[in-house]
Nanobody, 124 residues
Framework: VQLQASGGGLVQAGGSLRLSCAAS????????MGWFRQAPGKEREFVAG???????DYADSVKGRFTISRANAKNTVYLQMNSLNPEDTAVYYC???????????????????WGQGTQVTVSS
């Protein structure tokens, strides 16, 4: 599957952004999808994920602020990000893995398709 992420940008602290990740192919509903981010000088980290059946998991740092959702009819997964702060500044990547596992994977190595990344910058 090929992934195309979009929606990044520059926002002030406290603001919101919605990221989108569009996937190619006709079997999107059988994919687990994840969002990861990587800040300069840091390792890529898990942000949120949704299993094929809708099970969701979030990193503790974004719980209550970010919401992941999927629209299978549109082959798209979204990441609604509210109450952004400068620590959220990073390149955000979407990832996919065709699997019927219902537990959301947090390790980046669990995913085998990646989008190109979209920059999110939060100013203080």
């Amino acid at each position: 599957v090929q992934l195309q992420a979009s929606g990044g940008g520059l926002v002030q602290a406290g603001g919101s952004l919605r990221l989108s990740c569009a996937a190619s192919g006709r079997t999107f509903s059988s994919y687990a999808m994840g969002w990861f981010r990587q800040a300069p000088g840091k390792e890529r980290e898990f942000v949120a994920g949704v299993a094929y059946n809708g099970n969701i998991d979030y990193a503790d740092s974004v719980k209550g602020r970010f919401t992941i959702s999927r629209a299978n009819a549109k082959n798209t997964v979204y990441l609604q990000m509210n109450s952004l702060n400068p620590e959220d500044t990073a390149v955000y990547y979407c990832a996919a893995k065709r699997t019927l596992v219902t537990v959301v994977a947090r390790r980046s190595s669990s995913y085998d398709s990646w989008g190109q990344g979209t920059q999110v910058t939060v100013s203080s």
